[in-house]
T-cell receptor
Framework: GNSVTQMEGPVTLSEEAFLTINCTYT??????LFWYVQYPGEGLQLLLK?????DKGSNKGFEATYRKETTSFHLEKGSVQVSDSAVYFCALNAGGTSYGKLTFGQGTILTVHP | NAGVTQTPKFRILKIGQSMTLQCTQDMNHNYMYWYRQDPGMGLKLIYY???????DKGEVPNGYNVSRSTTEDFPLRLELAAPSQTSVYFC?????????????FGPGTRLLVL
């Protein structure tokens, strides 16, 4: 079946530090990959996505590259801010008969200190 | 444009009670989903719908029921609440089942069963 594995959290960083959150996946076929972010007390919102191998998704200074050879979609940001403190979820859409259903990783809590 | 709205935001139930979690979207999306989020876990799919009158089970459907009488509404019913159903519930919608489609999430309903 399909699965997504994220690095263990929580992650605590100082402002302006470099961020990497690892995400690897298992899926049949060629899924689309997503990073969603959940700010405290809110629902999930799309951060970025990539729909085919070697695509790079980017938004708000965050980037992730779809690596088919390593089945990975790691999230990176060069300089984090306090406002980036949130829970980050990696997810995949396997397409086809999955009817758009998303398979999520367990989420990574990020806390950024001033 | 309200997007996906959910009510209530928070509810406490006693064991054995019933309730309906409401979900409405105003984006004319065909596909709608219910997920639950347990602490330290990713989201798991409870039920989904590909259009009015059509619903199907997800990964964790036991103890829940859904209906989809209109495109806009997708209520989730708990018939006999159990402590294991304490969770945060998210409704989501998307336009199509295509690989690249983004799912839009509501703000969530926090449910506590005592």
């Amino acid at each position: 079946g399909n699965s997504v594995t994220q690095m263990e959290g929580p992650v605590t960083l100082s402002e302006e530090a470099f961020l990497t959150i690892n995400c690897t996946y298992t899926a049949t076929g060629y899924p689309s990959l997503f990073w969603y972010v959940q700010y405290p007390g809110e629902g999930l919102q799309l951060l970025l996505k990539a729909t085919k191998a070697d695509d790079k998704g980017s938004n708000k200074g965050f980037e992730a590259t779809y690596r088919k050879e390593t089945t990975s979609f790691h999230l990176e940001k060069g300089s984090v801010q306090v406002s980036d403190s949130a829970v980050y979820f990696c997810a995949l859409n396997a397409g086809g008969t999955s009817y758009g259903k998303l398979t999520f990783g367990q989420g990574t809590i990020l806390t950024v200190h001033p | 444009n309200a997007g996906v709205t959910q009510t209530p935001k928070f509810r406490i139930l006693k064991i054995g009670q019933s309730m309906t979690l409401q979900c409405t979207q105003d984006m004319n999306h065909n596909y709608m989903y219910w997920y639950r989020q347990d602490p330290g876990m990713g989201l798991k799919l409870i039920y989904y719908s590909v259009g009015a009158g059509i619903t199907d089970k997800g990964e964790v459907p036991n103890g829940y029921n859904v209906s989809r009488s209109t495109t806009e509404d997708f209520p989730l019913r708990l018939e006999l609440a159990a402590p294991s159903q304490t969770s945060v519930y998210f409704c989501a919608s998307s336009h199509q089942r295509e690989l690249k489609e983004t799912q839009y999430f509501g703000p969530g309903t926090r449910l506590l069963v005592l």
